[in-house]
């Protein structure tokens, strides 16, 4: 393969700008699949990405492509277009020369436009502007040309395509073989190649896909990992076109798959530098960065039988994805089940809706929480996953909590509900920015455990759907925070407990207590639902004693028909957690979550 | 050995908006072919035991003409009887006359039920019922004459939108007419009824309950609380449903019939023109012993006086505290236990169901 005809390059868009179908298209176009072969979206391999429309996982494509009698090789890396998956875009994005930026003709720049834009920048790509579905009767490409002129674009470079019906495709072609530069690495120096993913397929273990910056490697090669010094034979090397097809070798600006005995993904750490062990490089590829989760909530099995199974489908979903961490945790109310850390609230929703999709184990999971930073009146520090290990307040000295910068795109006529909705989260404003006449950028600096709860929905619906945000860790701020335990006959149900800023913990307490007694049914005896902070109880609400559950009438005909209720009554019973003598649906675990002024 | 018969007459000259029974419009056509197949069931199934009570149900069996009455009982007169059966009929007031009380006397019935259900002008319009007052009052006394002293009626609660004081006035109407009997229920929006089709929404749970406790308190002066929704006077227990309370097999004919035989539960087709055919097409529960210690207790302990040890150990030869954790049920006072029986204490009746399901096996 000749290095100046290859191009690497990926495709960045806010979410449901049509990438994948961009995607799709540029590989109908090019013959890498028929049009037979190509189901909607064929770069996500998961079913739960084709429904939710998002890319979780990487995946690269080499697509020949013949223009001025010369063979192009160009590599395809599709990048996931959530904010919570953040680092595992600027890895792909760092295995490429150039990105297409896409924006939906008729959405206009969003959030994730321009945070994936200056991550590639960041990248130092070549950009190519592609305003897409300019086939959609609302399409708008002068607003959309202008936006992108804001952003420092030239109109003459913007490309219009319509994935869907095939309009641009051969332009876009084009432009990538002229515009983006070939890869520049040298083939003599000693082996250096990014992992810029793996994943993990049951059949042949781990699977690394790799970006070859320098050097060649060859199957039989002893490679080493340069941050986890780990070693391995290269089994084998293939590339996807998207049909697999092995390679003896990868050279220098070359993107493909590398099989190694490699047996957990833990092992490959993504953004780690592959040399070879007997020639090895002398520096390691830069921007090596270990993820972190930043959100964590417990998940708990309904049936407590169930635990097992829960542990084993964790640990396969961990072999996907090596970016969720669980532990062991016993909780009094729910038994025995997992702290899970996730790197955001997307990636949380997607591991608990495979657990009962792909595992089929009802869960609970409670209340999403972030990490707090604690020191104590010993000056020692402590972090706090679980609001169940809040130190006793007697020893807390100050409470930190982590804080994001959120940048939040919207038309202007918004500002207002926006700003409110901010404030009402104990936002602090920055700055706006036009980004025309009727688009703006607001920047506010939020907690993060106020965005984990229902930040997203209540913008969605106050601003009309409108409305895209993003947001970025900026560091822990100190907060006054206190530990809000929910009490239920008198009794502290550890699973419903929270961290709330002190100020809000009265307004909080309230909706909370008043959405378990819509949520809980009522009991043999009155039920008191208490929200208190220490031994003071800030918020009460009392459900009531059940009054009536009787078959009036059972006469000769009604006999089976009354055993048949009770069977039924039965059954849901057996889906209720008994916590102390009350009897709690699993919903009243997720209430907390979507607590909040209707 | 089965000591009770069920006869299902599913016909009516109008449909009440509550009525989750099994029932049509009456019409002679289909009564001629009703007996006919109703026959042959009988026919086919009784073993000749003498039946210690019969209860004709419906529907509302009085809306049948002498005539058709007469064949009626012709039929049941296969029935071996002794001089100590109950007999019941079910009535209602506009159907009923002279000529067939004296049918009745005739063939030996000796308890009579109305289904009265209300007398205030709101709730029949609601239930789509037509009594009138005076004519329940002179039938009554007609009955009386006639020498039929063991009468039951029927009383409805808790009907949407309903208030206290309009149950005031039933029960009062009802206590003056002075039965031996009365069957106490509150209205239930069931699927295929008027007021579930048209969406009427059932009244509150504590103002329900707040009523039975009413009628409860009212009723318990003159009368013995007996089972959940039933009261009489001394000696005057329905026989026929303490059968069913008591767990006890049951002949069951005609359309939608259910009977307890065999170590069965059938229920017979709900659709009469099968019926008419012979397709019985039932529905068939086989039971294993534990089904039927299932059974025992949530029909024992519709019962105030409860389920009886003694009883539950001759049927199973087991006690009932090695069957069911009862110890937990006592320890939460949710049962109580006397020398004799185990039963639910009068306050819980009304949320029986919650006690209950601790006798369904997983």
């Given at each position: 393969?000749?290095?100046?005809?290859?191009?690497?390059?990926?495709?960045?868009?806010?979410?449901?700008?049509?990438?994948?179908?961009?995607?799709?298209?540029?590989?109908?176009?090019?013959?890498?699949?028929?049009?037979?072969?190509?189901?909607?979206?064929?770069?996500?391999?998961?079913?739960?990405?084709?429904?939710?429309?998002?890319?979780?996982?990487?995946?690269?494509?080499?697509?020949?492509?013949?223009?001025?009698?010369?063979?192009?090789?160009?590599?395809?890396?599709?990048?996931?277009?959530?904010?919570?998956?953040?680092?595992?875009?600027?890895?792909?994005?760092?295995?490429?020369?150039g990105a297409l930026l896409v924006i939906d003709a008729s959405q206009g720049i969003e959030a994730q436009t321009l945070a994936n834009l200056y991550l590639a920048l960041d990248n130092n790509l070549t950009i190519i502007p592609v305003i897409n579905k300019i086939d959609l009767p609302n399409a708008d490409v002068l607003k959309v040309t202008q936006e992108?002129?804001?952003?420092?674009?030239?109109?003459?470079?913007?490309?219009?395509?319509?994935?869907?019906?095939?309009?641009?495709?051969?332009?876009?072609?084009?432009?990538?073989?002229?515009?983006?530069?070939?890869?520049?690495?040298?083939?003599?120096?000693?082996?250096?190649?990014?992992?810029?993913?793996?994943i993990f397929d049951s059949y042949k273990g781990v699977i690394t896909s790799i970006r070859i910056v320098d050097g060649t490697i060859k199957v039989g090669d002893t490679i080493k990992m340069m941050k986890t010094n780990a070693t391995y034979e290269v089994l084998s090397l293939s590339i996807n076109t998207p049909h697999e097809q092995e390679v003896k070798?990868?050279?220098?600006?070359?993107?493909?798959?590398?099989?190694?005995?490699?047996?957990?993904?833990?092992?490959?750490?993504?953004?780690?530098?592959?040399?070879?062990?007997?020639?090895?490089?002398?520096?390691?590829?830069?921007?090596?960065?270990?993820?972190?989760?930043?959100?964590?909530?417990?998940?708990?099995?309904?049936?407590?039988?169930?635990?097992?199974?829960?542990?084993?489908?964790?640990?396969?979903?961990?072999?996907?994805?090596?970016?969720?961490?669980?532990?062991?945790?016993?909780?009094?109310?729910?038994?025995?089940?997992?702290?899970?850390?996730?790197?955001?609230?997307?990636?949380?929703?997607?591991?608990?809706?495979?657990?009962?999709?792909?595992?089929?184990?009802?869960?609970?999971?409670?209340?999403?929480?972030?990490?707090?930073?604690?020191?104590?009146?010993?000056?020692?520090?402590?972090?706090?996953?679980?609001?169940?290990?809040?130190?006793?307040?007697?020893?807390?000295?100050?409470?930190?909590?982590?804080?994001?910068?959120?940048?939040?795109?919207?038309?202007?006529?918004?500002?207002?509900?926006?700003?409110?909705?901010?404030?009402?989260?104990?936002?602090?404003?920055?700055?706006?920015?036009?980004?025309?006449?009727?688009?703006?950028?607001?920047?506010?600096?939020?907690?993060?455990?106020?965005?984990?709860?229902?930040?997203?929905?209540?913008?969605?619906?106050?601003?009309?759907?409108?409305?895209?945000?993003?947001?970025?860790?900026?560091?822990?701020?100190?907060?006054?925070?206190?530990?809000?335990?929910?009490?239920?006959?008198?009794?502290?149900?550890?699973?419903?407990?929270?961290?709330?800023?002190?100020?809000?913990?009265?307004?909080?307490?309230?909706?909370?207590?008043?959405?378990?007694?819509?949520?809980?049914?009522?009991?043999?005896?009155?039920?008191?639902?208490?929200?208190?902070?220490?031994?003071?109880?800030?918020?009460?609400?009392?459900?009531?004693?059940?009054?009536?559950?009787?078959?009036?009438?059972?006469?000769?005909?009604?006999?089976?028909?009354?055993?048949?209720?009770?069977?039924?009554?039965?059954?849901?019973?057996?889906?209720?957690?008994?916590?102390?003598?009350?009897?709690?649906?699993?919903?009243?675990?997720?209430?907390?979550?979507?607590?909040?002024?209707? | 050995?089965?000591?009770?018969?069920?006869?299902?007459?599913?016909?009516?000259?109008?449909?009440?908006?509550?009525?989750?029974?099994?029932?049509?419009?009456?019409?002679?056509?289909?009564?001629?072919?009703?007996?006919?197949?109703?026959?042959?069931?009988?026919?086919?199934?009784?073993?000749?035991?003498?039946?210690?009570?019969?209860?004709?149900?419906?529907?509302?069996?009085?809306?049948?003409?002498?005539?058709?009455?007469?064949?009626?009982?012709?039929?049941?007169?296969?029935?071996?009887?002794?001089?100590?059966?109950?007999?019941?009929?079910?009535?209602?007031?506009?159907?009923?006359?002279?000529?067939?009380?004296?049918?009745?006397?005739?063939?030996?019935?000796?308890?009579?039920?109305?289904?009265?259900?209300?007398?205030?002008?709101?709730?029949?319009?609601?239930?789509?019922?037509?009594?009138q007052k005076n004519q329940i009052v002179e039938l009554i006394k007609l009955a009386r004459k006639l020498g039929f002293n063991n009468i039951n009626l029927d009383l409805m609660y808790a009907i949407p939108k309903e208030t206290m004081s309009n149950l005031d006035e039933d029960l009062e109407f009802i206590m003056n007419l002075n039965p031996e009997h009365?069957?106490?229920?509150?209205?239930?929006?069931?699927?295929?009824?008027?007021?579930?089709?048209?969406?009427?929404?059932?009244?509150?749970?504590?103002?329900?309950?707040?009523?039975?406790?009413?009628?409860?308190?009212?009723?318990?002066?003159?009368?013995?609380?007996?089972?959940?929704?039933?009261?009489?006077?001394?000696?005057?227990?329905?026989?026929?449903?303490?059968?069913?309370?008591?767990?006890?097999?049951?002949?069951?004919?005609?359309?939608?019939?259910?009977?307890?035989?065999?170590?069965?539960?059938?229920?017979?087709?709900?659709?009469?023109?099968?019926?008419?055919?012979?397709?019985?097409?039932?529905?068939?529960?086989?039971?294993?012993?534990?089904?039927?210690?299932?059974?025992?207790?949530?029909?024992?302990?519709?019962?105030?006086?409860?389920?009886?040890?003694?009883?539950?150990?001759?049927?199973?030869?087991?006690?009932?505290?090695?069957?069911?954790?009862?110890?937990?049920?006592?320890?939460?006072?949710?049962?109580?236990?006397?020398?004799?029986?185990?039963?639910?204490?009068?306050?819980?009746?009304?949320?029986?169901?919650?006690?209950?399901?601790?006798?369904?096996?997983?």
């Open positions: 393969m000749i290095q100046e005809n290859i191009r690497n390059f990926c495709i960045i868009a806010h979410i449901d700008h049509g990438k994948s179908t961009l995607a799709d298209r540029i590989l109908e176009k090019t013959g890498a699949i028929s049009k037979y072969e190509l189901k909607e979206q064929m770069l996500d391999s998961m079913d739960i990405e084709r429904e939710r429309g998002i890319t979780i996982k990487l995946n690269a494509v080499q697509i020949k492509y013949q223009t001025n009698d010369q063979t192009y090789f160009l590599n395809l890396i599709d990048t996931p277009g959530h904010v919570d998956f953040s680092y595992e875009v600027s890895r792909s994005l760092a295995a490429c020369e992108l002129e804001n952003i420092g674009f030239n109109k003459e470079e913007i490309i219009l395509t319509s994935a869907k019906t095939g309009v641009g495709i051969d332009e876009l072609l084009e432009a990538i073989i002229n515009k983006i530069p070939s890869p520049n690495g040298q083939k003599k120096l000693p082996l250096s190649a990014l992992i810029f993913d793996s070798e990868l050279s220098a600006g070359e993107v493909g798959y590398l099989y190694a005995s490699i047996k957990s993904l833990e092992d490959v750490k993504v953004g780690d530098t592959i040399t070879l062990l007997n020639n090895p490089t002398s520096k390691a590829l830069p921007g090596y960065k270990e993820m972190k989760p930043m959100v964590y909530c417990g998940i708990y099995p309904i049936e407590s039988n169930k635990y097992e199974d829960l542990r084993e489908a964790l640990e396969k979903l961990k072999l996907n994805d090596a970016s969720l961490v669980f532990e062991p945790e016993t909780s009094k109310a729910l038994g025995f089940g997992f702290r899970c850390g996730f790197l955001g609230l997307l990636h949380m929703e997607i591991i608990e809706e495979r657990i009962e999709r792909e595992f089929h184990i009802d869960i609970i999971a409670t209340s999403p929480s972030v990490i707090y930073e604690v020191l104590l009146t010993d000056h020692k520090k402590v972090v706090i996953d679980s609001p169940t290990k809040m130190p006793d307040r007697s020893v807390i000295a100050k409470t930190y909590e982590p804080f994001v910068k959120v940048s939040i795109y919207s038309p202007k006529e918004y500002i207002g509900a926006i700003m409110e909705l901010c404030q009402d989260r104990r936002g602090i404003f920055n700055n706006m920015d036009y980004l025309n006449d009727t688009r703006v950028t607001i920047y506010y600096q939020l907690p993060l455990s106020e965005i984990v709860y229902d930040f997203f929905d209540k913008l969605k619906s106050c601003t009309k759907g409108y409305a895209s945000f993003d947001y970025e860790f900026i560091g822990y701020i100190e907060s006054n925070l206190v530990k809000m335990d929910i009490l239920l006959n008198g009794e502290i149900v550890d699973a419903l407990s929270v961290v709330v800023h002190k100020d809000y913990a009265y307004k909080r307490g309230k909706l909370v207590v008043e959405k378990l007694k819509e949520i809980i049914p009522r009991q043999l005896f009155e039920v008191p639902i208490q929200a208190a902070i220490g031994t003071h109880v800030i918020a009460r609400c009392d459900i009531k004693a059940l009054r009536k559950n009787v078959l009036a009438k059972c006469y000769g005909g009604d006999v089976s028909r009354k055993k048949k209720l009770l069977e039924k009554q039965k059954a849901g019973k057996k889906r209720m957690k008994q916590i102390g003598s009350v009897e709690v649906p699993q919903e009243a675990f997720l209430s907390i979550l979507s607590t909040s002024e209707k | 050995m089965i000591k009770h018969t069920y006869i299902h007459i599913p016909f009516c000259h109008s449909i009440c908006s509550y009525c989750s029974f099994c029932k049509i419009l009456y019409n002679h056509k289909y009564v001629k072919l009703y007996l006919e197949a109703l026959k042959n069931e009988l026919n086919h199934i009784y073993q000749g035991e003498i039946q210690e009570t019969i209860y004709i149900g419906g529907g509302t069996p009085s809306v049948l003409d002498v005539n058709e009455l007469e064949q009626l009982f012709k039929i049941l007169s296969k029935l071996k009887k002794d001089t100590f059966t109950e007999y019941t009929i079910e009535c209602n007031f506009s159907s009923l006359n002279l000529e067939k009380l004296l049918l009745f006397k005739k063939y030996g019935i000796n308890r009579l039920s109305f289904g009265i259900e209300s007398i205030s002008d709101k709730n029949l319009k609601l239930l789509e019922r037509e009594e009365i069957s106490t229920y509150s209205c239930m929006i069931e699927p295929n009824t008027k007021l579930y089709l048209n969406k009427v929404k059932a009244i509150d749970e504590d103002l329900d309950f707040k009523m039975y406790q009413k009628i409860c308190n009212k009723l318990k002066k003159k009368y013995i609380h007996y089972e959940i929704s039933n009261f009489a006077k001394e000696q005057y227990q329905s026989k026929h449903n303490l059968g069913y309370w008591k767990n006890e097999e049951y002949y069951g004919f005609g359309v939608s019939a259910s009977s307890y035989r065999n170590n069965s539960r059938y229920t017979n087709t709900k659709s009469i023109t099968k019926y008419i055919k012979g397709e019985y097409d039932y529905y068939h529960e086989l039971l294993d012993k534990s089904d039927k210690m299932s059974y025992e207790m949530i029909l024992g302990l519709r019962l105030l006086e409860g389920v009886s040890k003694k009883n539950f150990f001759n049927k199973f030869q087991q006690d009932i505290k090695d069957s069911f954790d009862i110890d937990s049920l006592l320890e939460k006072k949710l049962l109580n236990e006397s020398k004799t029986h185990y039963y639910i204490n009068e306050k819980d009746l009304y949320i029986s169901n919650s006690i209950l399901v601790e006798f369904i096996k997983e």
